[in-house]
């Protein structure tokens, strides 16, 4: 049942024509049309069941599991990866009901999104997107979360995973910087990337009218918020905000009763959410690692790993420490000797699961 697709996603001509769409809201709000269109010609309810065949509705029924398998769930959907889960959770999650949510602009405003993701990325992609959502919703589901999340948090926490890296150019900040880029002089060469991949959201927002009916504070507010989440993302921000859950850690510990540590750990969730590739099963962690491989030539998964990943959930498995966390951590063991091993025979003889790479810094 694929109705409201009658071309695939991405199936927009050439990659020009997808820059000026890019560039010109307007055009993508007459673009937006063509699926509001489709759409109110069939029963409202229907609209649960357009992007999911029978087995991608079945894999839904498992979105809470850390062995979700993005990629199959990707082709289930014919590409549409990312509206179908956000929908769905968006409902698991009561927010429709809660915020009194337009489904037919809620969908609209989610294929936009899908949409700007540029498919020929190898890694920041839609289904990278849809990675970070289904990951997102896994943290938000652990105790210590769950017991103290509002609506207002998981709404903001589903929004900012789905958008977090919407219109990545798939070529980083020095890139930008180096090359002079628009978005470099734009947001002075501070969190460029981030700072686009908000705005866009929060333009997207606005066109959908998804939240129009809500008073304008709260508008504000969800467009703040959601850019303090985004703006976490920015890797080169790693070392601020692990010095500060330390900190957190090591004092009086996070209380989530408060709304500026559950903000925060919003944050790091997000963050976590963001990088946690190399936290999966081998068959999975395995194809993200060659994706950004592919995309940032062999920049160093290993160390990524290493240095950025792994003191990240060291700390993470100390705030919540549940079978997930030890998951998480078991995983990222064994794929980082798994990769040391790919990357450096000799260095480990063959063994990849040395007990030497269960140290976690
Ligand atoms: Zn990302």
């Keep these: 049942m694929f109705f409201a697709f009658p071309v695939p996603p991405e199936s927009e001509g050439t990659t020009s024509v997808r820059k000026i769409k890019r560039l010109l809201s307007f055009q993508r709000y007459f673009h937006t049309q063509r699926f509001c269109r489709v759409i109110s010609s069939q029963n409202f309810l229907s609209i649960i069941d357009i992007d999911c065949s029978g087995q991608a509705k079945c894999m839904l029924e498992k979105v809470g599991t850390w062995k979700f398998d993005i990629f199959r769930f990707h082709q289930m959907t014919n590409g549409n990866s990312l509206v179908a889960l956000t929908f769905y959770l ?20 989610l294929v936009m999104v899908q949409e700007d993701y540029h498919q020929n990325n190898p890694y920041h992609n839609e289904v990278h997107a849809a990675d970070v959502t289904q990951a997102m919703h896994c943290y938000l589901m652990e105790p210590e979360f769950a017991k103290s999340l509002s609506p207002w948090d998981i709404l903001i926490s589903l ?3 789905a958008t977090h890296d919407v219109d990545h150019p798939g070529v980083n900040q020095p890139f930008l910087i180096k090359t002079r880029h628009y978005l470099a002089c734009l947001y002075k060469n501070t969190s460029v990337l981030e700072n686009h991949h908000w705005r866009s959201a929060v333009c997207m927002l606005q066109e959908t009218q998804l939240f129009s009916h809500l008073p304008v504070e709260d508008n504000f507010l969800i467009e703040r918020q959601l850019g ?30 408060d709304a500026g540590h559950r903000h ?21 962690s395995k194809q993200w690692g060659e994706r950004v491989s592919e995309e940032f030539f062999h920049q160093g998964t290993f160390n ?9 959930f060291a700390e993470w498995s100390r705030f919540s420490n549940t079978i997930l966390s030890q998951t998480m951590l078991g995983h990222l063991r064994l794929n980082k000797a798994t990769w040391k091993e790919i990357l450096h025979p000799q260095a480990t003889g063959g063994n990849v699961t040395d007990a030497t790479y269960g140290k976690t810094n």
């Design 90 to 109: 968006f409902k698991l999650h009561g927010l429709i009901e809660y915020f009194h949510l337009d489904v037919v602009k809620l969908r609209r405003f």
């Design 159 to 161: 929004l900012a995973a």
């Design 228 to 257: 303090s989440l985004i703006l976490a993302t920015d890797i080169n921000r790693q070392i601020e905000f692990l010095t500060k859950f330390r900190i957190h850690l090591d004092g009086e510990g996070v209380t989530l009763v």
């Design 264 to 284: 925060f750990m919003l944050q790091i969730a997000l963050k976590c959410a963001d990088i946690c590739n190399p936290c999966r099963a081998w068959e999975l």
């Design 304 to 312: 990524f790993i290493t240095y950025v990943v792994e003191p990240l």
